[in-house]
């Protein structure tokens, strides 16, 4: 499934200059614009990007343990490959 900005999505059918013919019905770019406004929607959040960070420095001493680069959080039980921070939820795919 993919998510699109409806107004994005109706300013490419403009563009696209939509002109068709369908069972006897005509439909144009402006059409389906419209059309675009009765679509439902979806409940979406942005997706945060983040990475681990080594080490961890917790009251001036270092620990070998990673904590995210969004948030600072150290999650419990926590490796390099893990792949989302459980405390902001940030993905860890940043480089």
Known sequence: MKYVEIDAA?????????????DGRRFNAECVADALDFTPTADVAPIIHAHWVKPTVISGR???VPHCSHCDGVPCGVS???????ICGARMDES
């Open 62 to 64: 270092a620990f070998n």
């Open 10 to 22: 109706k300013e490419a059918a403009r563009r696209a200059e939509v002109d068709a013919d369908y």
């Open 80 to 86: 390099d490959d893990t792949k989302y921070c459980a």
